[in-house]
Structures are given as structure tokens and as C-alpha cells.
């Protein structure tokens, strides 16, 4: 076999794994990896894909080739098989949604976690698991003695960034007299110091969760 039909024939068997991998990088806050990592999890989709799929293919790759006849035995004729292809992308897509779910929402490790095996979070951090858990109504106190409530909208993954994104905001003094933020909300960043959260009910009346 030719040398671009052996490349064309590794790039096929491996790209769908490569492809769950790359989603699930996209979709999912999860620890960092290193580059060992994400291609030993590459390959691993790669064989769960395959797994999948050859049963229903006769149990061959989604590329053949053919020699030459005696006429011309240098030449080769590289077949694809399309069917096998497009049922190896549809699903990487699904396997790489239903992966990076099972991560966001940790579905990964309540199996553990219920036997007693593990109190691990498949997310990324402690914040990332707090977020994604508790919305609604909170107070921000700042480094500086400032504090901030409105309604949580978006916050950042990691918790080396610690920034938040409040809607209807507004300012808190020490007396508890709000100032309401004019516009659509307040972007609180790491430069600003975020000291704690305080998950609150939408009377503003404290709750009992509350992260430092």
C-alpha cells in the first residue's frame, strides 16, 4: 500500500476519537490535562467508536485499497467506505456531548460518591462545582470591604479566575442601604479581590449555603 494510503487509512481510524476529545475540551470545565492525556483519552474514544461500529461493518475499517492487476501492479485503488464514516462522525458528536454532560452535571462520579468510594467532583474545581450547582440571588464581599448582590449570570470555570457576572446589581454599604448598579449588571473580576459569596434567598434574606 502506498505511503498516503497507509497516512489516509491512520488519520480516518484515529479522527474520530480525536473529534470526541476536541468536543468535549469545548463543552466541558473539567482539570487540566496534560498532552499525554488528551491523547491517551483520544485513543481511548477512537476504540470505543470502533467497538461500536465494526459489528456492523463487517468488521473492517472505513478505508480499503486495492492492488493493480498484472497489467498495472503499481497502482492502487483507495475505497471509502461512506456509510461506516459518516456513522463514525455522528457518533463522536454523541459520544463527546454525552461525555462532557457527564462531566458538567458529575454524573461521572456520584456512582462512587453513593458507594462511599470516593468524594471526588468530576468538575473542575470547587467553584466550578458550586456555580454549577447553586444559582439565583448573592452577595459578593470584596477585598476592599465592599459588597455587591444581584442575580448570578455567568461565572468563570476555573477558580484561579474568580470572576462573576451579576445582573440587577447593586452596591451594599455597611449599613445595608443598596445602591442600584445603572445598566445591565457588574462584572467582578480577580483584581477586585472576591472574599466570599453568600447565596441568598430572592428577599435577600441569607440561605445557609455559602462558599469563601
Partial sequence: MPDKAEALGILLVLLPGFA???????????RKQSELDKVVEALIFSLILYLLTLPFFGYSLPIAWHGGDGNQPNTWQILIVWPHLLTLAILAVVLGALYAAS?????????????KISERSARSSVWNDVFS????????????????IGWIRNYSDEDETTELFLEDAAW?????NEFPIQGPGILLTKSLGIEYVMF?????????AEIE
Fill in 172 to 176: 451594599v454599604d455597611t449599613d445595608g
Fill in 133 to 148: 450547582d447553586l444559582k439565583g440571588f448573592v452577595q459578593v464581599g470584596l477585598s476592599d470591604g465592599r459588597s455587591v
Fill in 20 to 30: 470526541s476529545a476536541y468536543l468535549v475540551q469545548l463543552l466541558a470545565a473539567r
Fill in 200 to 208: 441568598l434567598d430572592s428577599g435577600g434574606e441569607e440561605s445557609s
Fill in 103 to 115: 462531566i458538567n452535571h458529575n454524573w461521572l462520579t456520584t456512582p462512587f460518591r453513593w458507594l
